[in-house]
Structures are given as C-alpha cells and as structure tokens.
C-alpha cells in the first residue's frame, strides 16, 4: 500500500501546483473583468451627456475631443472647448452611471471564479479517477504489496 500512498500524495501536491498556476494564469479575467465599455458624449458646456451608439469611436474623431475615463469602463467625451467646470460636473452627473456597473462587473468576475474552480477541479479530479482506475486494474491481476512482517 506504500505506493498507493506515494502516488496518492503525489495527486495532492500535483493538485496544488495546478491550483497555483491556473490561478496566476487566470488573474487578469478575476482582478479585471472584461465588460462591454460605455461611452458617453457631453456636446457643449450646460448640456446631458448622452451615450454614444458607438462605444468605440472613429481614431480622427477621438483627437478632437478631450477623453475623460470613470470607473467601470464608462468613458466621457467632451469637446476641447468645453470649460473644465461642465466637464467636471457632467463627470459627477456620470459617476452615478460608472458605481451602477458594480454588479455587472462583479457578476464577470464571478463567471470567471467559477469557470477556474471547474478547470481545476476537473482537471484534478480526471487524474484522480485514473489513477483509481490503475489501482483497479493493477488489484485486478493479483498484485498485492508485501505486508512487513514483524
């Protein structure tokens, strides 16, 4: 039985070692949750910013406008001529938009957390099965360890 033992605490440590790297591996999709950016459009100073059909905006038109990013991949663009004082007040006014996407966010990052827990519980728990199955077919042919004699 003393390799059963050995192969049975080599799975542990295996199990370990796989449960470390998945995770380093997968970090980013944890810390960093990939939802779909939000962009928003302040036309002139006075005015509500409205959000843009487009999350992603032309390269040409980005350049001429000022880009202002909030938590949450919310994303405010506001004209260059647009004083800093309505720019900051539609900032506050979006804020609100950017803390509503917590959950959403935390929803990915769970889906994330969940799927890791799958590739490492299947993973490990496939070579679990296999080696009982050796062990199985191993006891199967007769193979018994020698047990020490006293």
Do not use: C
Request: glycine share 6%; proline share 5%.
């Amino acid at each position: 039985m003393t390799i059963w033992k050995g192969m049975f605490r080599l799975w542990v440590l295996a199990t370990a070692l796989w449960t470390i790297f998945v995770t380093i591996l997968s970090w980013g999709m944890i810390s960093n949750p990939s939802i779909p950016r939000h962009a928003y459009f302040l036309k002139e100073a006075g005015s509500t910013p409205y959000q843009l059909a487009d999350a992603y905006p032309s390269y040409s038109w980005i350049q001429t406008q000022r880009e202002i990013a909030l938590p949450n991949w919310v994303i405010l663009y506001a004209p260059r001529d647009v004083p800093d004082q309505a720019v900051t007040s539609a900032r506050e006014a979006l804020r609100q938009a950017s803390d509503d996407r917590t959950g959403e966010a935390w929803g990915e990052r769970m889906e994330a957390i969940v799927f890791v827990l799958a590739v490492i519980a299947g993973a490990s728990g496939a070579v679990l099965a296999i080696g009982f199955a050796v062990r199985w077919v191993v006891k199967g042919f007769g193979f018994q360890s020698k047990k020490p004699t006293q």
